[in-house]
């Protein structure tokens, strides 16, 4: 079994729970990245990852196809975020002054 079969398992294995996906999908993903961005001239630590989508970011306004496989990627490591309702609509309540 090689890297790239970790992650779809690591993923199910955590069950969306962020902080399992921090813990166990995050590192064997940053790992395979890691080795892959180190052919491309980027230093195979955690600085080079941090070069890496920096640039990444900033070609994905320039160029839709680079934001969607970021997407993809982005989506690879992390659970989806959903944002909890708020706000008096969701019955939430507004503190009085």
Do not use: W
């Not at 909890?84 to 002054?97: E, K, L, R, T």
Request: one cysteine or more.
């Amino acid at each position: 079994m090689n890297h790239f079969d970790f992650v779809p398992l690591t993923r199910d294995n955590a069950c969306n729970d962020m902080g399992k996906m921090l813990q166990f999908v995050l590192p064997v993903a940053t790992q395979i990245q890691q080795e892959v961005i180190k052919a491309y001239g980027f230093s195979c630590d955690g600085e080079g990852v941090l070069k890496f989508a920096r640039l990444v970011k900033s070609y994905e306004a320039q160029d839709p196809e680079i934001a969607s496989l970021y997407g993809k990627l982005k989506a690879l490591s992390l659970p989806p975020m959903i944002l909890p309702p708020h706000g008096p609509a969701s019955g939430g309540s507004v503190a009085a002054s």
